[in-house]
């Protein structure tokens, strides 16, 4: 069965300090990768996706991760964050086989930035 | 350009009630699916609709049903509701010609079973 874990549950940064959050997935086939993003009182927003080629990918917000596939792992990284990034983050996988694009979402990271 | 939209926001209801949850998918969109988000948790697959028929299904008990109406909007209906029922429910749509499938989620209905 498909699985996605997300190592950190609460991580607490300062202004300007650098972010990595952790992302492995469980799956024989091949996948998509999705990072979303809850900010406070608002709905689940894509942050950024992987479906294949540069295994580098860059999203909204000066976000980026990178995906590992000897790894199963799909980390988001921000070289600098700000107080705005406050929020939750997901991390998402679905079988490219699948015709319906059903979601499979880790448990979710806290992200804490103090001003 | 309208986005997900869920009704309604918050719902209070005692157990063994039957609650029913809504939502509009984005403009353009033909797909609807529902997840179920507990507290600290990621949202869990519910099932989907396209087509006004459930396409795929979680691991939910048949208390939960859906519908899908022509105007691609559907419903979420729970009965026999129990306390652990109490949940955001994420309504997300797609469009089925999109072969990469991205989803876009509504803001939630809060779902409180006393």
Redesign the interface.
């Known amino acids: 069965a498909q699985s996605v874990s997300q190592h950190n549950h609460h991580v607490i940064l300062s202004e300007a300090a650098s972010l990595e959050l952790g992302c492995n997935y469980s799956y024989g086939g091949t996948v998509n990768l999705f990072w979303y993003v809850q900010y406070p009182g608002q709905h689940l927003q894509l942050l950024l996706k992987y479906f294949s080629g540069d295994p580098l990918v860059k999203g909204i917000k000066g976000f980026e991760a990178e995906f590992i596939k000897s790894k199963f792992s799909f980390n988001l990284r921000k070289p600098s964050v700000q107080w705005s990034d406050t929020a939750e983050y997901f991390c998402a996988v679905n079988a490219k086989s699948s015709n319906t694009g059903k979601l499979i979402f880790g448990q979710g990271t806290t992200l804490q930035v103090k001003p | 350009d309208a986005?997900?939209t869920q009704s309604p926001t918050h719902l209070i209801k005692t157990r063994g009630q039957q609650v029913t949850l809504r939502c509009s998918p984005k403009s353009g969109h033909d797909?609807v699916?529902w997840?179920q988000q507990a507290l600290?948790?990621?949202?869990?697959?519910i099932f989907?609709y396209?087509e006004e028929e459930e396409?795929?299904r979680?691991n939910f008990p048949d208390r939960f049903s859906g519908h899908q109406f022509p105007n691609y909007s559907s419903e979420l209906n729970v009965n026999a509701l129990l306390l652990g029922d109490s949940a955001l429910y994420?309504c997300?749509s797609?469009f089925m010609g999109d072969p990469?499938?991205?989803?876009?989620?509504?803001?939630?209905t809060r779902l409180s079973v006393l």
């Open positions: 986005g997900v797909t699916s997840y600290g948790q990621g949202p869990q697959f989907q396209y396409r795929q979680g994420l997300a797609s990469k499938n991205i989803q876009y989620f509504g803001a939630g």
